[in-house]
């Protein structure tokens, strides 16, 4: 997969290699000598992976990568620190700004490109999530996520048949996370079911194959976005390649520094806070689009789309499907000789009363203003009648609340009963017989239910 990837290099000769070995791989390229003018170019154009060399005059890469992850705009973007340095203390020191991984020089070639193909895959899952979240900020319908994510307080699970190294990771982990021990993959499967933060797996133990562990784990919709901390040795080259091939985000070598372990564990439970947020913002969006902010229940275009669908299936052969068409009558006095806020309340108590006297399979929707809808899939004229008539006689023996202590207000409703079960019906005709049988219930004096047939 083709990605953008910026590098931020001083030195001239280390940016054209880079820079071939990219354009080689059909990666695009952006290239800054200094760091101001790379973090604008990071703002600007968004790279999926930014490439940034350690040792630079001016702002140094850690000072760089700090800025990059504390802005909102560039927080998201995966950052590998490129750098002669090999000391423990500076890969520490990356990791502590920020960095989701640090390669130092030479280059392997193929370890590169297997890193850059991970986080490309893992920043284009995030950039869907963003992009829909963005929608959903446009509509007006959730908040922006702006806030910062801690990395602490994670639930860990370390699968690992060595007691003493896992001991030891819980020990060093303990201090900032809830850690838990498995050393039976099945278990560990089960186990990451749960609400599990961050997996750990050992991927040279002995009594069972890490390498499938993580295979099975991405297999799995309830673990495919969960983070993996690979644990193993890195001069087993194809095996480290293997590994990120499968989805593995980040590899920690043995002997294991505890150090690099809490800031690699950090880093990924930060990102997976921030996706976490992400879906459960998109979930909220796409449940508030569907639903009628007024009443709570569901909205007119989410009700067509099911109706569409259950009548489709209606003039197939498919069990019946029946609605009822409710409108509150005499609404407009209610607002006129109350208030709108009277009447908003009129509207939120009678939605609960609805949804209190339908069935659990049955669908109720404001359809706008006054007028709700119930959708009533696998029901003939004769049971949706019942239904509509308990309704009706509930809401005539409610006193709906004014708001001041001790006043009430008596409700009634017409409503218009069509049911589908034909071969020539479609949502619009079933909605016309709906309407019309209201029409005729409020003509004859309101507070009853109509039936119109075919």
Request: glycine share 8%; charged share 25%; with cysteine.
């Amino acid at each position: 997969m083709s990605a953008r990837i910026l590098i931020i290099d001083d030195i001239d000769a280390n940016v054209r290699l880079l820079e071939a070995k990219m354009t080689a791989e059909y990666y695009e390229v952006l290239m800054a000598s200094e760091g101001q003018s790379g973090i604008a170019l990071a703002k600007s154009q968004l790279p999926d992976i930014i490439l940034l060399d350690v040792m630079m005059p001016g702002l140094s890469g850690y000072e760089i990568c700090r800025r990059l992850k504390e802005d909102p705009d560039t927080r998201h973007i995966p950052v590998v620190l490129v750098t002669a340095l090999d000391g423990r203390d500076d890969l520490l020191a990356g990791l502590d700004a920020g960095a989701d991984d640090f390669m130092t020089k030479p280059i392997d070639d193929v370890m590169l490109m297997a890193r850059l193909k991970g986080l490309v895959r893992l920043k284009l899952a995030i950039d869907g999530l963003r992009m829909l979240e963005a929608s959903g900020r446009r509509m007006g319908v959730i908040a922006g996520t702006s806030a910062r994510l801690g990395g602490f307080g994670g639930r860990i699970l370390i699968v690992d048949d060595n007691p003493r190294q896992a001991q030891r990771m819980v020990s060093e982990l303990g201090l900032d996370h809830r850690p838990i021990v498995e050393s039976d993959a099945e278990k560990a499967l089960l186990s990451a079911r749960g609400p599990i933060d961050l997996m750990i797996i050992n991927m040279d133990a002995t009594s069972f194959d890490g390498l499938r562990l993580a295979a099975m784990v991405r297999s799995e919709s309830s673990t495919r976005f969960m983070p993996i901390l690979a644990i193993m040795d890195t001069d087993q080259r194809d095996r480290l390649v293997k590994a990120m091939e499968l989805g593995v985000n980040d590899i920690l070598a043995r002997p294991i520094d505890p150090q690099e372990l809490t800031l690699r564990a950090r880093t990924q439970i930060k990102r997976k806070r921030y996706t976490d947020l992400l879906r459960s913002n998109l979930d909220q969006s796409l449940e508030l689009a569907v639903t009628d902010q007024l009443t709570g229940l569901h909205n007119r275009r989410y009700m067509v789309t099911q109706l569409s669908a259950l009548v489709a299936r209606a003039v197939k052969g498919g069990d019946p499907v029946s609605i009822l068409m409710i409108d509150i009558d005499h609404f407009k006095k209610i607002n006129d000789g109350f208030g709108h806020d009277v009447g908003d309340m009129v509207l939120r108590e009678f939605s609960v009363l609805l949804a209190s006297n339908v069935r659990a399979i049955d669908l109720p929707c404001r359809y706008g203003g006054e007028e709700f809808i119930v959708v009533m899939p696998g029901t003939d004229a004769d049971a949706a009648l019942r239904i509509a008539e308990r309704i009706r006689k509930s809401v005539f023996e409610t006193s709906f609340s004014l708001g001041s202590e001790g006043e009430a207000l008596a409700v009634t409703v017409s409503i218009g009963l069509a049911c589908a079960d034909g071969d020539m019906d479609t949502p619009e005709t079933l909605l016309k017989r709906a309407d019309e049988a209201v029409y005729e219930a409020k003509a004859g004096g309101r507070n009853q239910v109509i039936v119109r047939s075919i």
